[in-house]
């Protein structure tokens, strides 16, 4: 079982929705969660962090964590064209190591 | 500086050369990570830096794998007699503080990379 699960997609959805990317992970006594947007051919680029459960908003992005269902969501209004890119989930437990998942495909269709 | 940079970003190597790929982090960040990213795949972890110490280096996948950062800012990543499955993108990512922190501290920022290809 790997550390981070995602839906690999693609994931489609038409301009101005909502696109809703999902992430599991398996080491209960994670604390810190990250979504991070990747461009084709770019590096990771920070996109939220969240440490506690509930929801957290940032401009048109909204993360959200339930430490108890070991989930934790990331939801895009509004979708633009420019939102296409791959998302990729990670976390970090205890230890030093963060984990990523293989990221979601997004692609939002004007 | 304004970011992490790394160079170089295109490396071709030959199977059975040393390579070494340097990576600047942004100024005053204690913590330094290396990734290798397959195509397709997330960042898997390589190795941890706090300054210039290394912490963690569990993820290296093999005896040829070696880093540094000396001076607990620039790091190195070398790769000893490279093979074809060493071909992938190389990223480093720095962070303010320790990894103890469970705050904005911890948040990694990364580098644009090196796309490795050995031949």
Known sequence: QKEVEQNSGPLSVPEGAI???????????????????????????LIMSIYSNGDKEDGRFTAQLNKASQYVSLLIRDSQPSDSAT????????????????GTSLTVIP | GAGVSQSPRYKVAKRGQDVALRCDP???????FWYQQALGQGPEFLTYFQNEAQLDKSGLPSDRFFAERP????????????????SAVYLCASSLRGQGAINSYNEQFFGPGTRLTVL
Request: charge should be positive; proline fraction near 2%; charged fraction near 15%.
């Open chain 2, 71 to 86: 001076e607990g800012s620039v790091s190195t990543l070398k790769i000893q007699r490279t093979q074809q499955e060493d």
């Open chain 2, 26 to 32: 942004i100024s005053g960040h204690v913590s330094l």
């Open chain 1, 19 to 45: 696109a809703s990317l999902n992430c599991t992970y398996s080491d209960r006594v994670s604390q810190s969660f990250f979504w991070y947007r990747q461009y084709s051919g770019k590096s990771p680029e």
């Open chain 1, 87 to 102: 998302y990729l989930c990670a976390v970090k437990g205890t230890g030093n190591q963060f984990y990523f998942g293989t």
